[in-house]
């Protein structure tokens, strides 16, 4: 069973579409996050729900927009997508809001044409 | 959270242990010192952490130096599927959030 499991594993696009990115947890976590690593592989958080409430926002463009229905999901939401949103997305998941022993998952490759 | 500096890269032997340093002077006394990796093309994987004291588990051993300056992740029989990239990543206890802030690692190069 994966732990944290995104989906799609790879999202090919045009400018100015809307596209969402799905994570599920099954380790009974608290927390999820959404990371971006971009071309030059500098991994980045964007975003922590804890419980399905947002604790961070690392002032990420508002065009992109997280939901979490329960705690054991968080999906990202990306409108208008721009050549700079190209990067990989990694979802991951804590026990609680303080806890750094994070589990990742195998991350969503998004490319923007 | 403190700067944590490591070499941008390092090769190991197969077989042979690998040690990869990180120093963390400015680390403050509630920090614990946190190790990642990154296999290509996969998500980043916890591998271990401590605080003052050495550590081991299944996959490393972490030793941090008394004035806690500084610190090694020793993976002590590399294999091949040790080449990875290496987070060494300093941490307040109870960080809010959970955010971590990865740096650019040291990216090991395991060879036969």
């Known amino acids: 069973d994966t732990a944290v499991s995104q989906t799609p594993k790879y999202l090919v696009t045009q400018m100015g579409n809307d596209k969402s990115i799905k994570c599920e947890q099954n380790?009974?976590?608290?927390?999820m996050y959404w990371y971006k690593q971009d071309s030059k592989k500098f991994l980045k958080i964007m975003f922590s729900?804890?419980?399905?409430?947002?604790?961070i926002n690392e002032t990420v463009p508002n065009r992109f927009s997280p939901k979490s229905p329960d705690k054991a999901h968080l999906n990202l939401h990306i409108n208008s997508l721009e050549l700079g949103d190209s990067a990989v997305y990694f979802c991951?998941?804590?026990?609680?809001?303080?806890?750094?022993?994070?589990?990742f998952g195998q991350g969503t490759r998004l490319t923007v044409v | 959270d403190a700067k944590t500096t490591q070499p941008t890269s390092m090769d190991c032997a197969e077989g042979r242990a690998a040690n990869l340093p990180c120093n963390h002077s400015?680390?403050?006394?509630?920090?614990?010192v946190y190790w990642y990796r990154q296999i290509h093309s996969q998500g980043p994987q916890y591998i271990i952490h401590?605080?003052?004291n050495n550590e081991t588990n299944e996959m490393a051993s972490l030793i941090i130096t008394e004035d806690r300056k500084s610190s090694t992740l020793i993976l002590p029989h590399a294999t091949l599927r040790d080449t990875a990239v290496y987070y060494c990543?300093?941490?307040?206890?109870?960080?809010?959030?959970?955010?971590?802030?990865f740096g650019q690692g040291t990216e090991l190069s395991v060879k036969p």
């Open positions: 991951a998941s804590s026990r609680d809001r303080g806890d750094t022993e994070a589990f």
């Open positions: 380790l009974g976590h608290d927390t």
């Open positions: 729900y804890n419980n399905k409430e947002l604790i």
């Open positions: 400015t680390i403050s006394g509630n920090e614990y």
């Open positions: 401590g605080l003052k």
């Open positions: 990543i300093a941490i307040p206890y109870y960080n809010q959030g959970g955010k971590l802030i």
